[in-house]
């Protein structure tokens, strides 16, 4: 088969049937079922297994995870397709679900990562990662639809939020007022590489509005450097932002710089867990925006969330509508540059609704997200959790008290201390640390450890 008519198949194949039946036929036919096995795996949202077209890592033992193939672990399959994904928002309120579940079952979701697919690296993944020796067949096809395919809302890439969100997801029995429990199950590198970028006026060092140093440095020592700032430009690949291509190698992040390297550990997780938040109809509002965490939890960058964590968020519409986004192989605390170490995961997820006075969850939850781990309950603070209303605020002290607030209150409601006392243990044996800095409304999280209590 030459690959002119390979290609004209597959497109005819995604028409007739829908890209999501397209991939999980795609899937089916590289597990060598034959035309029953595609029929089958067309049939539902809930794909059985299929081996992995691809078995040959591209380094490091990573192999390439395309959509639908590969181990599906949960209950339902939810893939990142253009026509069901939302870039730069988070979904609303009243947004419609693609997907609906029950209360406790799990759902495995392929995530697709901005990085590689954004205006300012070409907005073309297959270019942008095969200057970089990756090869074509090494690149995700979902990224290389949404980044060539999305039309659901116009990009505007100075305003709009930088992540591909999946979902939402209508998760069964959930109200208002109850508690949507994610419970990470796994988390999988898709691809043996990931990008890290800094882009001019965000991060730790970011210049000011009008080009200066922020309070605390220099013009000198604002990243990117001042000079290199081309932003003015109307062409986004002019603006001199900054992406450090990162290799997994033997289970590691791997960066190069002259003659020398320095390797780190991966920690998978999803930088974006959330509900829908805003009630707002338009859905490119500011107060749906992708960038800033708010109470229904998003874009939270907290690298304790990985396998095994529990997320504990606040609902606010019918069904919850949960999302995910922004998948990070790495990241640490602060997120100081911009971005972690960013590259699309598979996740698979239980979700549970709790309902008011079951005492199945921390009680804080019920207003503000909370987590916890194997060994720590994990309080959080967001500077500014309502979204947009009202402007942005990045204070880190605003963000610490409330943190600091919701320990305590989990203290003196969940584990029965008097607040005196839970003040002072917090001292004395709580760490508490900076999240991110990065996402307008920044975030400090708390871990209280259990081997502490009797």
């Excluded at 309120?93 to 029950?102: E, G, K, L, N, Y």
């Excluded at 199950?185 to 509005?209: D, E, Q």
Aim: charged residues 20%; contains cysteine.
């Amino acid at each position: 088969m030459t690959d002119s008519f390979a290609r004209a198949a597959a497109e005819n194949l995604a028409r007739g049937l829908g890209r999501r039946d397209f991939f999980r036929a795609v899937a089916a036919v590289g597990a060598g079922v034959g035309v029953a096995g595609v029929a089958t795996a067309c049939g539902g949202d809930s794909p059985q297994a299929a081996p992995a077209a691809s078995s040959a890592p591209y380094a490091g033992g990573v192999p390439i995870l395309q959509p639908g193939q590969g181990e599906i672990e949960g209950d339902h399959y939810l893939g990142s397709e253009p026509d069901q994904v939302l870039w730069g928002y988070v979904p609303t309120t009243h947004s419609d679900p693609v997907m609906r579940m029950a209360s406790g079952e799990t759902v495995t979701i392929d995530a697709v990562s901005h990085e590689g697919i954004l205006e300012d690296q070409g907005r073309d993944p297959v270019e942008y990662f095969g200057r970089l020796g990756v090869d074509e067949s090494d690149v995700l096809d979902d990224a290389i639809a949404v980044a060539a395919e999305y039309d659901r809302t116009p990009r505007d890439v100075d305003r709009d939020g930088p992540h591909v969100v999946t979902g939402p997801v209508f998760v069964e029995g959930a109200q208002p007022g109850d508690v949507l429990e994610i419970e990470t199950l796994a988390a999988v590198p898709r691809v043996p590489y990931g990008v890290v970028s800094s882009r001019h006026g965000k991060g730790a060092l970011a210049s000011t509005a009008d080009g200066g140093a922020p309070a605390g440095i220099t013009v000198d020592e604002v990243m990117p450097p001042v000079a290199s700032d081309g932003r003015p430009a109307a062409n986004p690949m002019d603006y001199g932002n900054i992406s450090t291509f990162t290799p997994i190698e033997d289970g590691q992040g791997v960066m190069t710089y002259g003659d020398a390297r320095v390797r780190f550990p991966l920690r998978p997780f999803m930088g974006m867990m959330g509900v829908a938040f805003s009630p707002d109809e338009d859905p490119t509002s500011p107060n749906a925006n992708s960038i800033p965490p708010t109470l229904g939890g998003g874009n939270i960058d907290i690298r304790l969330l990985g396998e095994g964590s529990k997320f504990y968020l606040p609902v606010f519409a019918e069904g919850a509508l949960f999302y995910v986004g922004d998948p990070h192989m790495a990241m640490g605390d602060g997120e100081v540059a911009l971005t972690a170490m960013e590259g699309s995961l598979r996740g698979t997820f239980r979700l549970t609704v709790h309902k008011p006075g079951s005492g199945d969850v921390p009680s804080v939850a019920y207003g503000y997200p909370f987590a916890e781990t194997d060994d720590a309950w994990i309080p959080i603070g967001l500077s500014d959790p309502d979204g947009a209303v009202d402007g942005q605020s990045s204070d880190l002290n605003i963000a610490m008290r409330r943190a600091v607030v919701n320990a305590l209150d989990f203290l003196e409601n969940d584990k029965g201390m008097d607040r005196a006392t839970a003040y002072a243990y917090l001292s004395a044996a709580a760490d508490f640390t900076i999240s991110q800095v990065v996402d307008r409304t920044v975030g400090v999280h708390g871990q209280i450890y259990k081997a502490h209590f009797e």
